[in-house]
């Protein structure tokens, strides 16, 4: 997931610059980087849930019986906790992107703004939790469903652990994004 994000988020090399700055010639350098910028967002997207998708097909191709279900039980945690940290890296992101330097008035806080003010959008980091558990209900069985929803083997890494306090965040839980809650709850 580290490598993905650094990927994703690193801002786009500045501009050579021959001394001289005209609008006309910023115009298509401002947008190519933003083009640059929501390719590496989609790359992030495409390369978090391939990865997700593996850890679906590790858990079910896995036989419950092989070492008393370790196997099971290690890939059901390394798959929660995936899902969790997907979760924390895009309100970590939406949560400084949208922040500004006079609401905090820490030099971390704007150090941070300023490594994601090239994102020209967040919109792909506020669904991205939601389509993994998507994507995770949609490919796994229903006794595996349950075991990630709520289960007292992994009391913090549930899914149900983290939804009114992480999925619920004003930051990433917006209103267009209430459907997927709705069908991931049915």
């Known amino acids: 997931l580290r490598g993905y994000a650094l990927r994703a988020f690193a801002p786009p090399p500045p501009p050579p610059s021959d001394g001289e700055t005209d609008a006309a010639s910023s115009t298509p350098e401002a947008a190519a980087a933003a083009a640059a910028t929501a390719k590496r967002l989609d790359e992030l997207e495409i390369a978090t849930r391939s990865h997700l998708l593996e850890l679906v097909e590790q858990l079910v191709s896995s036989p419950s019986s092989t070492n008393n279900g370790t196997t099971t039980t290690a890939t059901i945690e390394t798959l929660l906790q995936y899902l969790k940290q997907v979760t924390l ?14 609401n905090d008035a820490t030099n971390n806080n704007a150090s941070s703004k300023a490594y994601y003010s090239h994102l020209t959008t967040t919109a792909l980091l506020k669904k991205l939790p939601f389509l993994l558990l998507e994507d995770t209900i949609d490919s796994l069985p229903l006794l595996h469903i349950q075991t990630l929803w709520s289960s007292p083997s992994y009391p913090t890494l549930c899914i149900s ?18 459907f997927v809650l709705l069908r991931i709850c049915n």
């Open 161 to 178: 652990s983290y939804t009114t306090t992480l999925l619920c965040s004003p930051l990433i839980f917006v209103l267009g994004s209430k």
């Open 89 to 102: 890296l895009c309100l970590h992101v939406v949560h400084h992107h949208s922040s500004t330097a006079d």
